[in-house]
């Protein structure tokens, strides 16, 4: 089982990002996916969760109306659009699999 987030980066505030995370190893399609945050010092923080055939989507509202997840289950690929980013969207990004499987993480860095 193999998850690889991919994508970030240092940003300007306002500015925006997408991530991906590829997945390898299991059915993709089989399971709800989910993008969590962790900032310097700080523990877990849920971003958002999308279920497996995408019918649903969910955020937290700290980043409702910025973040946009989404999945192509052909490519076995999950994403997570980031707009309008903050300083306090700076963390290392992780997807997990149903919270089950976790990738290594993708740093985030927003600052000027």
């Known amino acids: 089982v193999q998850l690889v987030e991919s994508g970030g980066g240092l940003v300007q505030p306002g500015g925006s990002l997408r991530l991906s995370c590829a997945a390898s190893?299991?059915?993709?399609?089989?399971?709800?996916m989910y993008w969590v945050r962790q900032a310097p010092g700080k523990g877990l923080d849920w971003v958002s969760t999308?279920?497996?055939?995408?019918?649903?989507?969910f955020y937290a509202d700290s980043v409702k109306g910025r973040f946009t997840i989404s999945r192509d289950n052909a490519k076995n690929t999950l994403y997570l659009q980031m707009n309008s980013l903050k300083p306090e969207d700076t963390a290392l990004y992780y997807c997990?699999?149903?919270?089950?499987?976790w990738g290594q993480g993708t740093q985030v860095t927003v600052s000027s």
């Open positions: 997990a699999a149903g919270l089950r499987y």
């Open positions: 190893g299991f059915t993709f399609s089989g399971y709800g």
């Open positions: 999308i279920t497996a055939g995408s019918t649903n989507t």
